[in-house]
C-alpha cells in the first residue's frame, strides 16, 4: 500500500475516532451539566441570596501608600475590600486601608480595574469613602451606572449572638472570597490595662475604636479582608470588617458606619463634639451609679464650667447616665461626640457628697496628629502641631512645626549645629514659622529663587532652647562612582591547581592555573588557549599554586603587567608545554564599575551594560540597552513590573546607552504622558512593561511645587 | 643610636625609652625622639589634609538613596592640588552603588575647604586619587616619591594622622617597624602587629621620607579559607611600598588627561 494512502487512511480513523470522542464529551458533559444544576441546591438559598445580593457591589481595593520613615518617604501598596454603596460608584471600605494614600484602584466583580479617589476618611471608626473613576469606568470597559450597590442596613444594632453571617472581601488579595460563620459577641468592647479600661488603638497617630461597639464573629478574614461587608442572611451588611486574628473577627456596625458615610459624603470629613473629659466606668471607684471623671483637659470646656477630677457625673442633660462597665463607656462618649458642635450640655455632678450642675458648650473634636510633609532640598519631614501633640511632647504651643525626620547628608542634618528630630522650628530665613502654611511658603520661595540661596538660617526649639542654625542647600552632585584605573586582561577564567590536584592529573611537577573558560573573541581566544590548558609560567615567571588562598595570583601577575604589552604564557596541553603568545587588552568594564543613574519620578536605578551583563545572559554587541539596577518600593516602574533585565527601548525609542536613556526619560518627564512602555530583555527574551506614572502634583511642599503653583 | 634602640623597642612590642638600659641612654633616646616626631610632624604637617564628602549610597530602605557626611584622610602628593586617599575610606563597601560627592578638602585645623573631584581610583591597591577642582596658584606643599624611604624589615616607620575636629585635628604620629615584605598578594611592606593604623594612613621614615601608605589587603572569595580568616586577624599593617604608588599614580594621571581629553 502506497505511503500516502495510509496516511490518508489514518487520517480518516482519526477523523472518526475524533468525532466519537467529541460526541461522547458532548454527551458526557451534558450528563454533567445537568447534574451540576442538580448540585445547585448544594447552598442553602438564604446563603446563597445574600450573597447575590452583596456579591455584585464588592469589589478589590488597591492603595498606594506614602508614609515618612527613616528620614525619607516610603511607598508601599496596601491591599483591602470595600462595597459599592450607591449607585453612582460611592465605596465604603476601611480608613486603615486608604490611610496615607496616594493612588487608589479599585476592581469590580466583573474585573474591571479602574482608578478612584478618597472622598473622606474618618480614623475614629476606621472607615472611609472612595469613589470609582466612572469616566474611566466607561472609557476602559464601557461600563456605566447605574452601578451594583448593596444596601447598608440599620439592624446591626440588633444581631443576635450565634446569628448567621457572611463574610466577603479579598483575603490576601484573593478577591472574590466568602466565608460563613456566626455573630460571638454583637457589643464587643476592648478593654486594656489594670483598671479594664476600653483601649483606644493608634491610626496613623490617631486615636481609632473609641466609640465602636465590635461586632465579634468568627467567619474567618485575613489581611486583605479590610474593608469588607459582613453580610447576614437577607443580604443586608450589618458590619464593616476591620480586624481580625486568632480565629476571631471584628466588624464595625453598619449602623454607626451609615451615618458616618452620611457626613463624610457631605462633608469629607466627620465632625464631632469635643468637652475635654476622660471619664471611667464606677465599678473599681466605690460609686455605684454615674460616671467617674477620671481627669479633665485644662483647654476644654467642661474644665471651663468647673468640672474637676474625681467629680461623679449622674446625668447628661436631664438623662440620669451610670457607667458600670467598661463596655458602657464607648457608648457615652459616642454620645457626648455625636452632639453638634457648640451644643450646650448640662451635667448633674456630685463632688464630696454635695450636688450641683455645669452647663457648657461644646468644642470640636480635633485631629490628634498634625499633617507631615517633606521638604526634600532640605531633607526635613515637618508635622503640623496639634493641641493633642502639645500635650502629649509636652511643647509649649501649637505654633511653628515639628521636626519628625531628617534625612542624613542633607542640608537640616549638615548644618552646624544640625536640626535634630523633635526641633520646632520658628523662623527660616527670618520669616517666622507659626503654621505649616508658613513653613511651605518659605520653602517655596526658596524653590523659586534664582539662584538659589547657599544658606538658609533657622531658628528652632529643642524644649525651653532657643537655636538658630545655617543650612547649606548646595545640591548633591551627580552620582557616579569614580573610575577605575583600566587593567590589562586576558579574557580567560581559571582556577588554581595546587599540587595535590596536579599529582591526581597525573602532573605532579606542574601546578597552575586551569583555563576553565576562555571568552570567545577576546585576547585569549586569539592566542589560542583553550578550556582545559594549563597556564605554568608568564613571561618565564612559573605560575604554581601552592594554596587555594594563591587563587587569584595569575589574574593579578597579568594585571601587573601594561595595557598593549604581549604576555608569553608556557601553557601544558595534553602533556606538552606549548608558548603562546598574548596582546593585553584592556579589561572591560565590571558590574561594580558601571555607571549608574537614578529616575526619581519612576523610582528606577539603572546602569551601563557590562561585557560581563552580556556573557552572563548571552546577548552579542548588537543588544544595546542599560540595566536595571534597582527600583523603589511602589515606586512607578515597581508597580508596571521594571525589576530586573535590560531595558532596550521606552516609548519606541531605542536606548543606546546611560546617555540615550537618560535623553529619553528627559523628555518623558517632559510630555508627562499618560502610559510608558518599556520593553525590556531578559533571559526569556524580550517583554513588555507599562508603566503608568501619575503626573499629578503632589502638593505645593513638593520639589514641583513650582511647576505647580504655575499651573 | 635612634635608630637601633628604636628597632628593639619595637621588636619587642613595647615603648623604646623603658627598654633603654641606663637613664643616660634613655634621656638620649628619649630627646632624640622627641626630635624625631618633631621633624616628622613639621615636615608632614600641610601634606596631610582631611577629606569631608557626602556618601550617598543607593538601595538603602525601600529601594531609597542614603547620605551620610564622612570625613577621611588624604596625603597631598602633588604641588597641583593631587591628593590620595584610600579607596575603603572614601567609598565603603556600597559595591558600586556608592560614590563621594560634594567633597572637601580641608588643610590643618581649617573648618572651611577648598572643593575637590575624584579623578581615578584602584581598588585593586585600595587607592583613590582625588584634585583639587581649583587649585591655589601658590601650589601646595606635598610628599615627593622621589624622596622615598626603605621598606626593609627592620625600619623604624612613624605613621602620621589628623585627630578628629573634636581634637583640634592634631596632627599625630604612632611608631612602628617593618617586619617583613610580603611578595604575596602583591609586595607589601608588614608592620608589626600591634601597629595598627587606618588605611590610607601615610607612613614615613625617621627622615620623614615617605615609606608608602597603609592600604586594606582582603582575598577575594575564591581565595578565603577558615585558616586565612584567622590569620588575616594577626596580621599587622599592609603597606603599600612608595614606588609602587608612584607606578599607580603615573596610571591615574594617565587616565585622567585622557577623560580631559573625551570631555574636550
Redesign the interface.
Known amino acids: 500500500m502506497p505511503k500516502s494512502a495510509v496516511s490518508a487512511g489514518s487520517r480518516h480513523l482519526r477523523c472518526l475516532a475524533a468525532g466519537a470522542l467529541t460526541l461522547a464529551l458532548t454527551a458526557g458533559q451534558a450528563v454533567a451539566l445537568e447534574q451540576r444544576e442538580d448540585r445547585g441546591n448544594m447552598v442553602p438559598d438564604a446563603v446563597a441570596a445574600a450573597r447575590d445580593e452583596v456579591f455584585p457591589a464588592l469589589i478589590h481595593v488597591e492603595v498606594l501608600v506614602k508614609d515618612y ?2 528620614g ?5 501598596q496596601s491591599n483591602g475590600s470595600g462595597t459599592i454603596i450607591t449607585p453612582d460608584g460611592l465605596v465604603l471600605t476601611n480608613a486603615h486601608v486608604t490611610d496615607n494614600g496616594e493612588r487608589y484602584w479599585v476592581t469590580l466583580t466583573g474585573n474591571q480595574r479602574v482608578g478612584a479617589e478618597l472622598v473622606g476618611q474618618d480614623e475614629a471608626t476606621d472607615l472611609a469613602v472612595l469613589r470609582i473613576d466612572l469616566e474611566e469606568l466607561e472609557e476602559k470597559h464601557g461600563t456605566t451606572k447605574p452601578l451594583p450597590f448593596a444596601l447598608l442596613s440599620d439592624v446591626s444594632d440588633d444581631l443576635q449572638i450565634g446569628e448567621p453571617v457572611l463574610a466577603m472581601g479579598s483575603p490576601f488579595s484573593l478577591d472574590k472570597s466568602v466565608t460563613q460563620g456566626i455573630v460571638s459577641n454583637p457589643k464587643r468592647v476592648f478593654t486594656a490595662g489594670a483598671e479594664g479600661r476600653p483601649e483606644a488603638m493608634n491610626l496613623g497617630g490617631e486615636r481609632t475604636g473609641q466609640f465602636t461597639e465590635w461586632i465579634q464573629h468568627d467567619a474567618l478574614i485575613n489581611p486583605g479582608n479590610s474593608g469588607g461587608p459582613l453580610v447576614n442572611l437577607r443580604g443586608e451588611i450589618v458590619g464593616i470588617n476591620t480586624r481580625g486574628g486568632s480565629g476571631m473577627a471584628f466588624a464595625t456596625p453598619s449602623a454607626m458606619a451609615k451615618d458616618v458615610v452620611r457626613q463624610i459624603i457631605a462633608n469629607g470629613e466627620v465632625q464631632r463634639s469635643w468637652i475635654g473629659v476622660d471619664f471611667i466606668h464606677v465599678e473599681r471607684t466605690g460609686f455605684d451609679r454615674g460616671v467617674f471623671v477620671n481627669a479633665v483637659d485644662d483647654a476644654g470646656p467642661a474644665h471651663e464650667a468647673g468640672l474637676q477630677p474625681g467629680d461623679l457625673v449622674t446625668a447628661i442633660n436631664g438623662e440620669p447616665i451610670n457607667v458600670l462597665f467598661a463596655e458602657q463607656v464607648p457608648p457615652l462618649e459616642r454620645m457626648i461626640a455625636d452632639a453638634a458642635i457648640g451644643d450646650e450640655m448640662t451635667f448633674d455632678i456630685e463632688r464630696a457628697g454635695s450636688q450641683s450642675q455645669i452647663t457648657f458648650a461644646t468644642d470640636r473634636l480635633l485631629k490628634d496628629s498634625g499633617e507631615k510633609t517633606m521638604l526634600r532640598e532640605w ?1 526635613l519631614i515637618v508635622q503640623e502641631i496639634t493641641p493633642f501633640m502639645v500635650q502629649q511632647r509636652r511643647l509649649e504651643t501649637e505654633e511653628g512645626v515639628l521636626v519628625v525626620g531628617v ?4 542640608p537640616a ?2 548644618a552646624e549645629p544640625a536640626v535634630g528630630w523633635g526641633s520646632v522650628l520658628t523662623s527660616i530665613a527670618g520669616k517666622p514659622i507659626t503654621t505649616k502654611a508658613d513653613v511651605l511658603a518659605a520653602y517655596n520661595e526658596f524653590l523659586d529663587a534664582e539662584p538659589r540661596p547657599e544658606r538658609v538660617v533657622v531658628e528652632y526649639l529643642e524644649r525651653d532652647r532657643s537655636y538658630v542654625t545655617a543650612m547649606k542647600t ?1 545640591p ?12 590589562p586582561w586576558l579574557g580567560v577564567i581559571t582556577q588554581p591547581v595546587i599540587a595535590e590536584l596536579a599529582a591526581q592529573l597525573g602532573h605532579p611537577e606542574d601546578p597552575g592555573f586551569r583555563v576553565a573558560r576562555v571568552f570567545p573573541g577576546k585576547t585569549a581566544d586569539a592566542a589560542g588557549l583553550e578550556q582545559g590548558d594549563l597556564i605554568v609560567a608568564v613571561n618565564g615567571e612559573p605560575m604554581a599554586p601552592r ?7 595569575f589574574a ?1 601577575a597579568i ?2 603587567l601594561e595595557i598593549g604589552d604581549e604576555a608569553e604564557l608556557t601553557v601544558l596541553r595534553n602533556g606538552e608545554r606549548i608558548a603562546l603568545k598574548a596582546e593585553l587588552d584592556v579589561g572591560p568594564l565590571t ?4 555607571r ?1 543613574d ?1 529616575n526619581r519620578d519612576f ?1 528606577l ?1 539603572v ?1 551601563e551594560l557590562t561585557f560581563f551583563d552580556r556573557d552572563n545572559y548571552g546577548w552579542d554587541d548588537d543588544v544595546r540597552g542599560v540595566m536595571i ?5 511602589s ?1 512607578w516602574a ?1 508597580l508596571g513590573g521594571l525589576n530586573f533585565g535590560l531595558i532596550e527601548s521606552i516609548d519606541g525609542q531605542a536606548v543606546r546607552g546611560l546617555k540615550s536613556y537618560r535623553r529619553i526619560m528627559d523628555e518623558i518627564t517632559e510630555a508627562e504622558p499618560e502610559r510608558v512602555v518599556f520593553v525590556v530583555r531578559s533571559a526569556r527574551g524580550s517583554s513588555f512593561k507599562f508603566v503608568e506614572p501619575d503626573w499629578r502634583p503632589e502638593g505645593l511642599e513638593e520639589d514641583n511645587a513650582p511647576q505647580a503653583a504655575a499651573n | 643610636m635612634l635608630t637601633k634602640s628604636l628597632t628593639l623597642g619595637v621588636a619587642l612590642g613595647l615603648a623604646a625609652p623603658a627598654l633603654a638600659g641606663s637613664e643616660t641612654i634613655a634621656a638620649d633616646d628619649a630627646a632624640s625622639q622627641v626630635a624625631t616626631y618633631a621633624s616628622i610632624t613639621e615636615a608632614t604637617d600641610d601634606t596631610i589634609v582631611t577629606i569631608k564628602y557626602i556618601l550617598r549610597t543607593e538601595g538603602g530602605f525601600g529601594g531609597e538613596s542614603m547620605e551620610f557626611e564622612l570625613e577621611c584622610a588624604g596625603l597631598m602628593i602633588a604641588e597641583d592640588g593631587l591628593i590620595l586617599c584610600s579607596h575603603t575610606m572614601l567609598e565603603g563597601g556600597g559595591g558600586g552603588r556608592s560614590a563621594p560627592s560634594n567633597i572637601e578638602i580641608l588643610f590643618g585645623d581649617a573648618a572651611e575647604g577648598v572643593e575637590a573631584e575624584v579623578i581615578a581610583k584602584d581598588t585593586e591597591l585600595d587607592l583613590t586619587w582625588l584634585r583639587i577642582t581649583e587649585p591655589a596658584e601658590e601650589g601646595y606643599a606635598f610628599v615627593d616619591f622621589e624622596d622615598a624611604g626603605d621598606t626593609d624589615p627592620g625600619t623604624p616607620i612613624f605613621a602620621v594622622r589628623r585627630g578628629a575636629d573634636f581634637f583640634g585635628r592634631t596632627l599625630a604620629v604612632e611608631q612602628g617597624v617593618i617586619s617583613a615584605v610580603a611578595t604575596e598578594p602583591r609586595e607589601l611592606a608588614i608592620t608589626n602587629n600591634n601597629f595598627l593604623i587606618l588605611p590610607g594612613t601615610p607612613v614615613f621614615d625617621s627622615k620623614a621620607r615617605l615609606v608608602g601608605i597603609n592600604i586594606l589587603q582582603q582575598p577575594t572569595a575564591e581565595e578565603m579559607t577558615p585558616a586565612s580568616r584567622i590569620a588575616l586577624q594577626v596580621m599587622g599593617s599592609t603597606i603599600l611600598p612608595a614606588d609602587k604608588i608612584r607606578g599607580a599614580t603615573k596610571r591615574a594621571l594617565a587616565v585622567e588627561a585622557m577623560d580631559n581629553e573625551e570631555d574636550e
Do not use: H
Request: hydrophobic letters at 20%.
Open positions: 520613615g527613616w525619607g518617604e516610603m511607598r508601599y531633607g534625612t542624613q547628608g542633607r542634618s549638615l548646595e548633591l552632585d551627580q552620582l557616579d562612582p569614580p573610575r577605575e584605573l583600566p587593567k594554596v587555594m588562598e594563591e587563587a587569584g595570583r593579578r594585571r601587573e558590574i561594580e564599575q558601571a549608574r537614578r523610582g536605578n546602569r539596577d534597582g527600583t523603589t518600593d515606586g515597581q
